[in-house]
């Protein structure tokens, strides 16, 4: 009977990092220095996978332990924060109906002019996305206008940017060319989400926005953000949606805002696609009994476009579901499209979804 060799190389026990080493015997060699480390294979597996969207992620996840395992507390940092940094306070995600951990999309927090590909989210060491202005692009025009106060905000103040009157309507609030800094008390709805909320999954309506702190009535919750679309391109994204809606799993938030004359004749029409790149408002479903958020068309001195913002209507308690109404619920010419049921819940529900016939 021949005896069994003994093992030369063995996986070391040596505190549990994780490392692997060589115990050596005479034959073997010594290690190279530029020999690959699993801690730099880890280490670059975090700054590549916080690029990738879930899809990819999932994928990715299925190659070896190591990725799985990257994969997994990557997956845990993103349902933190939709908001990717972005905001003052993490958004999180919320879910005791199914195991989704998280929705993906790219983060906008305010409107765009062009779209992103990619952007990093659950980075181990997070990057600072917060910045001074939530001012998009879109918002600096070429007008020369604005005030020159020492104080815009407050009582006695005579800005004349300040008009934030009645909730309904345009409204507007210092901006791009006035004399006043960021922190002026007449530019509310420009740094961004400055309450607590959290995103949770509702069942049959999918993930809603939610409170998660005491709003009070008329408090800034948030603007729609958004790509700002053509309407030729809002009308061609549109058909796409609707074709992916009705294979299911696919729901888009194309927003169409129409800003209208005292007159009553449309003039200028606003199309915010939230659907790719947006912020939390994304997530606000609709309520037929209006909900408790009202829509003011806010414009800032100076500033090309209006932005779309959500303003409580009534105090909004915690853990309370954020929502609007979308608009008239009308039945949509084409009958190729099938209507899409409403699960509100409010005693006026007409049972289908208002939609844009675009
Ligand atoms: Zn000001
Ligand atoms: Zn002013
Ligand atoms: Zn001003």
Known sequence: MSQLPTKKCCRAVDGGNGNLQLRRGAEEQEPRADSPNPNDFIRSAELVLPWLASSELAYVSLTCKALHRAAKSLTLRRSLDASRGFE?????????????????????????????????????????????????????????????????????????????????????????????????????????????????????????LFADQLIRERQFVCEYAGELLTTKEAQRRQQEYDRLSSTGHFSSALLVVREHLPSGKACLRLNIDATRVGNVARFINHSCDGGNLSTVLMRSTGALLPRLCFFASRNIARDEELSFSYGETRPRPDSESRPCFCFCGASSCSGTLPSEHT
């Open 88 to 208: 003052k306070f993490p958004v999180p995600f919320v879910n005791s109906v199914d195991d989704l951990p998280y929705a993906y999309f790219l983060y906008g927090p305010s409107q765009l002019l062009h779209s992103l590909d990619r952007q990093p989210w659950g980075s181990v060491s997070p990057h600072s996305a917060v910045t001074n202005s939530h001012m998009a692009d879109a918002a600096s025009g070429d007008v020369r206008v604005g005030c020159d106060c020492e104080r815009c905000g407050g009582g006695g103040s005579s800005c004349p940017c300040l008009s934030l009157e009645g909730l309904d309507g345009v409204a507007t609030e210092c901006g791009p060319s006035c004399g006043c800094e960021s922190e002026c008390g007449n530019r509310i709805t420009q740094s961004g989400v400055s309450v607590k909320l959290k995103i949770a999954r509702v069942r049959g309506k999918g993930w809603g």
